[in-house]
Nanobody
Framework: QAQLVESGGGLVQPGGSLRLSCAASGFTVGYYAIGWFRQVPGKEREGVSCILSSDGDTYYADSVKGRITISRDQAKNTVYLQMNSLKPEDTAVYYC?????????????????????WGQGTQVTVSS
């Protein structure tokens, strides 16, 4: 059974860093596009970043470019989201998701409907 488990969230001061992990089981992350999304109450889920399976291309939302890096460790079957220079507006529940590579491209990676299964989320709070 395919499963994704996020970890690494927590409380951090503005300007601080966190590394989120997305551990996969039941499938190989190298064969799927893996996306990170975030959501705050009352708002739609927002695409943060994605790494494609085919060539490892990465994509980022404009709001996080230059501050966040997505990476993949195939030996650990885990995808990471390194977040630096965190801002209060980064506060959200962060989710990772996996989708078939054939359905995810550079022009739709941020659409949650493109992904087939999701983790349970991890809370990130940026506050002084």
């Amino acid at each position: 059974q395919a499963q994704l488990v996020e970890s690494g969230g927590g409380l951090v001061q503005p300007g601080g860093s966190l590394r989120l992990s997305c551990a996969a089981s039941g499938f190989t992350v190298g064969y799927y596009a893996i996306g990170w999304f975030r959501q705050v109450p009352g708002k739609e889920r927002e695409g943060v970043s994605c790494i494609l399976s085919s060539d490892g291309d990465t994509y980022y939302a404009d709001s996080v470019k230059g501050r966040i890096t997505i990476s993949r460790d195939q030996a650990k079957n885990t995808v990471y989201l390194q977040m630096n220079s965190l801002k209060p507006e980064d506060t959200a529940v962060y989710y990772c998701a996996a989708g078939l590579q054939a359905r995810i491209r550079s022009n739709n990676w941020y659409l949650s409907v493109r992904y087939d299964f999701w983790g349970q989320g991890t809370q990130v709070t940026v506050s002084s």
